[in-house]
């Protein structure tokens, strides 16, 4: 069962536009939750990391919400551009185990068109 | 950027046929990690690493086997390729200091 679950499953805006993904996760203990952007054909790279004391955390024009209380996280988007175009990952890590486990959601997959 | 390499970036071999997937990265980082994905699908821990000669399975169960001779080296062996073993193969490491993990660039393997 997977314990995070991401919406909407696919987006398509037009270059210049904002846009918001969500992330809702039921991962209990919570560590932090990170978003992550993998181009097709590449690996995951790292855009933001919070902890359950943090409520947002920007880099550049990208920009994460966390309410730990309700367990949903945003990643807003803001002037989208072409090289946005990517699969978009919330990963949740547990305290629970010395592995520091990883839940991965299956990505929004974000198109930005000219 | 990364310092984190995986070959071949992309591979097709027929049914039966042993591969090896490199991965090494040049942070030393102790811990290193692969993890199994498909398209549209999240990604499966197969196998992670503490350092060497250390190594465990992950929650997705996979026929491949690992090794850790030295740090920054973490290849992934298939004995026997079979077309279910089609998927992307992602390599990452991180240090015991942070909790980010850095990921390769991926290997596509497809099993006629």
């Known amino acids: 069962k997977n314990q995070v679950e991401q919406s909407p499953q696919s987006l398509i805006i037009l270059e210049g536009k904002n846009c918001t993904l969500q992330c809702n996760y039921t991962v209990s203990p919570f560590s932090n939750l990170r978003w992550y952007k993998q181009d097709t054909g590449r690996g995951p790279v790292s855009l933001t990391i919070?902890?359950?004391?943090?409520n947002t955390k920007s880099n550049g024009r990208y920009t994460a919400t966390l309410d730990a209380d309700t367990k949903q996280s945003s990643l807003h988007i803001t002037a989208s551009q072409l090289s946005d175009s990517a699969s978009y990952i919330c990963v949740v890590s547990d305290r629970g185990s010395t592995l520091g486990r990883l839940y991965f959601g299956r990505g929004t997959q974000l198109t930005v068109w000219p | 950027e990364a310092d984190i390499y995986q070959t071949p970036r992309y591979l097709v071999i027929g049914t039966g046929k042993k591969i090896t997937l490199e991965c090494s990265q040049t942070?030393?980082?102790?811990?290193m990690y692969w993890y199994q994905q498909d398209p549209g699908m999240e990604l499966h821990l197969i196998h992670y690493s503490y350092g060497v000669n250390s190594t465990e399975k992950g929650d997705l169960s996979s026929e491949s086997t690992v090794s850790r001779i030295r740090t920054e080296h973490f290849p992934l062996t298939l004995e026997s390729a079979r077309p279910s073993h089609t998927s992307q193969y992602l390599c990452a490491s991180r240090s015991g200091r942070q909790e980010t993990q850095y990921f390769g660039p991926g290997t596509r393997l497809l099993v006629l």
């Open positions: 919070m902890t359950f004391s943090e």
């Open positions: 942070m030393g980082h102790d811990k």
